[in-house]
């Protein structure tokens, strides 16, 4: 309505759009030539989900978290181990030092991920007395497993093999190297 208000003010046109089209586009900036249609995973704080975008930015949404979003469990791992919120770089940091054995088994349905599982092991590994740099490491593997289920999913359904990651979560670097694997 704000918009609307000034744009009429202003005497100009109102181009609407989502916060997801946002994101996809500023993902898009980056990426360079994509085909017409895509996929596109947006993961951060307060979305994980799995969306295919047509030509002119529609986008649809396939699929996604069913609990805590990406970002979340990052987020809520990194605080309990005594980190700065947000938790990502300094996460990350100690993930590398640590090793991922697949102690978080990956909950999954149709298209739906489930984070809380992972931050619920995580946060019994840590009241085991686990190294904080294992279980960081636990928590990428289990996001970089996450994000590729819910890409071969998508690509089940859509036969769509170009696949878009943004979002806070998606600038780790140790969760781009992850993912391929």
């Known amino acids: 309505a704000f918009a609307r208000s000034i744009a009429a003010a202003l005497r100009v046109p109102v181009l609407e759009t989502s ?38 930015l529609k986008i649809g949404l396939l699929g996604g978290s069913n609990d805590l979003h990406a970002g979340q469990l990052v987020d809520r791992v990194g605080v309990r181990m005594g980190l700065s919120f947000p938790a990502g770089p300094a996460l990350e940091a100690l993930a590398r030092q640590g090793t991922a054995r697949g102690a978080f088994p990956l909950s999954h349905r149709e298209g739906e991920v489930s984070f809380s599982g992972a931050e619920a092991q995580a946060m019994r590994m ?21 994000v590729a289920y819910l890409i071969r999913w998508a690509y089940g359904r ?6 878009l990651v943004s979002g806070g979560v998606a600038s780790s670097a140790l969760l781009r190297k992850l993912l391929p694997e």
């Open 126 to 146: 840590l009241d085991g007395g686990a190294a904080r740099e294992d279980v960081a490491a636990e928590v990428y593997s289990y996001l970089a497993r996450a």
């Open 19 to 56: 916060h997801q089209q946002g994101h996809v586009r500023a993902a898009m900036e980056g990426a360079g030539a994509l085909p017409a249609e895509f996929l596109a995973l947006h993961l951060s704080g307060g979305t994980t989900e799995i969306l295919r975008v047509r030509a002119g």
């Open 158 to 163: 859509t036969r769509l093999s170009a696949a």
